[in-house]
């Protein structure tokens, strides 16, 4: 009797767990399946842009619809995968002309804060270092959707973008047009439930 | 008067030295300016077309030169032991040195698996890429073997010289002269 009083109770649980899309979770984020980008986007002598792409990083998030003040999100991306599909250019942003992955392999990002702005949306706080320079900056981010994958694992996926002006990490743009000295950050990914 | 002999060397082993040495001469004194030149420069696309252009030719050529000289006889060495050991080992690293130098700057240019255009004649396919940051290490290597050819290169020609004007040995004529292949010593 006591076992079927068990059972029922595991059973109407199971029930409503699936039914709940909020549920308090560190998720790392999608590096196996590689869902996860981090781009940028800058002008090139205002003729066009360059995309560029990193193409190895990692990272690891919190998110939790009830408190989402809670939110958090880290991530570390190797400097030197960058790929802007022309070697000798990624080479030459690689190079102590503007990068210096030699000196400075990894970009880090940390937030401090998140502020919800409305259903599904926010400003990511935090500190980004990069070119070994740490500077606070505000990324506006959407979550994009979350639920159970066919796959059998629960996974949230998110999207945000924002400029940043290259002199604050003291990457010197001062040779080129103005229109060259901030570029688009552009972030997206899945993170998997742990 | 083609082919090398115990002697000396036929035409096609000098001609492929002297191209080659003015080649590789005038590919690092290209090379060396151009890594300086600013972005607004007329020729800061223009100059790495025509070292990526001369160089793939050279590293063709050299594959050739390397394969004449393997089935081609070498001229005897001049010298004593010791300094007739030096001569192979000096040029066991010369080619060495070239072919690091020629296949690195190859790797920088094919690192996104793109192909490197000749002169718009033809396309050297990217046979090996996306390597772990390969552009920028194939560049770091490129630079330093190429500063390390220069200077075993002149020690080269200095060990030309000290045969050629201190001992009197043939090593420097028989560079140029293709007939001294067809006496006998």
Redesign the interface.
């Known amino acids: 009797m006591m076992k079927k009083t068990m059972f029922a109770t595991a059973m109407a649980a199971a029930a409503i767990v699936p039914l709940s899309q909020a549920q308090a979770a560190d998720y790392q984020i999608d590096i196996e399946g590689q869902h996860a980008f981090v781009q940028f986007k800058i002008n090139h002598l205002g003729f066009s842009y360059i995309l560029g792409s990193f193409e190895e990083f990692d990272g690891q998030f919190y998110y939790d619809a009830d408190d989402l003040d809670a939110s958090s999100v880290e991530m570390e991306v190797q400097v030197n995968s960058l790929n802007t599909n022309h070697a000798e250019r990624d080479r030459h942003f690689l190079s102590s002309d503007f990068l210096n992955a030699s000196e400075y392999p990894t970009a880090t990002f940390t937030s401090t804060g998140f502020e919800s702005t409305g259903e599904n949306e926010g400003v990511v706080t935090g500190e980004l270092t990069l070119h070994g320079e740490t500077q606070e900056i505000e990324m506006p981010v959407t979550l994009m959707g979350e639920g159970d994958d066919p796959w059998g694992n629960y996974r949230a996926g998110f999207e945000g973008s924002t400029m940043l002006t290259l002199s604050d990490f003291g990457i010197d743009m001062s040779d080129f047009p103005e229109a060259m000295h901030e570029l688009e950050l552009y972030v997206t990914f899945e993170g998997i439930r742990q | 008067m083609w082919r090398n002999t115990q002697s000396g060397w036929g035409i096609i082993s000098i001609l492929f030295h002297w191209l080659s040495a003015l080649t590789i001469v005038g590919l690092f004194v290209l090379g060396w300016w151009m890594t300086d030149l600013?972005?607004y420069d007329a020729w800061y696309n223009q100059a790495?077309w025509v070292h990526r252009s001369i160089g793939i030719l050279l590293m063709l050529a050299t594959f050739a030169r390397l394969g004449w000289r393997l089935i081609q006889p070498t001229p005897h060495a001049e010298g004593n032991r010791l300094e007739r050991l030096a001569a192979h080992v000096g040029h066991i690293a010369l080619y060495a040195l070239l072919l690091l130098v020629l296949v690195s700057g190859y790797l920088?240019?094919?690192?996104?698996g793109?192909g490197i255009s000749v002169f718009g004649w033809f396309d050297m396919p990217a046979l090996l890429?996306g390597l772990?940051?390969?552009?920028?290490l194939a560049?770091d290597v490129h630079w330093y073997s190429a500063i390390a050819l220069m200077l075993l290169a002149a020690g080269h020609a200095g060990a030309a010289c000290i045969h050629h004007w201190r001992y009197r040995h043939t090593t420097l004529r028989r560079m140029v002269n293709p007939k001294i292949s067809q006496q006998r010593h």
Do not use: D, F, K, V
């Open positions: 600013g972005y790495p920088i240019s094919t690192a996104n793109r890429h772990p940051n390969q552009a920028s560049g």
